[in-house]
Nanobody
Framework: QVQLVESGGGLVQAGGSLRLSCAASVRTFSSYAMGWFRQAPGKEREFVASIDWRGGSTYYADSVKGRFTISRDNAKNTVYLQMNSLKPEDTAVYYC???????????WGQGTQVTVSS
């Protein structure tokens, strides 16, 4: 059983930055591809970014390319999402997930709220 715990969400002004973290409680974390998804109020959950098991390949939604960066530290069982130049439309609950690359989720964390004010 893999447990994922996200942190780092909060309220930020447009143009600001946040870094989300996702800690995994599994010994074989380094064998999983990981990703981030988000769900805005009234909308479907959507793919944001994913990364392969060793961090060598990354994938992004067009809406976040050039602004968001996904990374991982296998020694810490943690995956990160650095979010820069945030926009109000980035407001959503952000979910960490194990994935089948590039965009198919396998299991989820509980989510963390990100709110970007204009």
């Amino acid at each position: 059983q893999v447990q994922l715990v996200e942190s780092g969400g909060g309220l930020v002004q447009a143009g600001g930055s946040l870094r989300l973290s996702c800690a995994a409680s599994v010994r074989t974390f380094s064998s999983y591809a990981m990703g981030w998804f988000r769900q805005a109020p009234g909308k479907e959950r959507e793919f944001v970014a994913s990364i392969d098991w060793r961090g060598g390949s990354t994938y992004y939604a067009d809406s976040v390319k050039g602004r968001f960066t996904i990374s991982r530290d296998n020694a810490k069982n943690t995956v990160y999402l650095q979010m820069n130049s945030l926009k109000p439309e980035d407001t959503a609950v952000y979910y960490c997930a194990g994935v089948i690359l590039p965009t198919t989720p396998r299991f989820w964390g509980q989510g963390t709220q990100v709110t970007v004010s204009s």
